[in-house]
Nanobody, 121 residues
């Protein structure tokens, strides 16, 4: 299993930055893909970015390429999502998720509790 705890959400003005953290633990996370998803009010959940822990590959949605960066800190078993040049349309609850077999395309088996990101115009 994989346990995930997110942190780092908040309120920021358009053009600003935030960094989300996802602390992972459990016997299977070292072979996992860790992804960030988001869900805005009234919209379906969408993929944002993913990182394959064993290989170190990264993947991004077109809507965030060039603005968001996913990275990891091995010693802390933590994946980060650095979000720059934020736009009001980035407002959503952001979720960290893990696919225990390392498939960045999912399906993702484990989910964190979510953290709210609000970007004001």
């Amino acid at each position: 299993q994989v346990q995930l705890v997110e942190s780092g959400g908040g309120l920021v003005q358009a053009g600003g930055s935030l960094r989300l953290s996802c602390a992972a633990s459990g016997p299977r996370f070292s072979r996992s893909a860790l992804g960030w998803f988001r869900q805005a009010p009234g919209k379906e959940r969408e993929f944002v970015a993913a990182f394959t822990w064993s290989v170190g590959s990264t993947y991004y949605a077109d809507s965030v390429k060039g603005r968001f960066t996913i990275s990891r800190e091995k010693m802390k078993n933590t994946v980060y999502l650095q979000m720059n040049s934020l736009k009001p349309e980035d407002t959503a609850v952001y979720y960290c998720a893990a696919d225990a077999l390392g498939r960045f395309e999912g399906p993702y088996d484990y989910w964190g509790q979510g953290t709210q990101v609000t970007v004001s115009s």
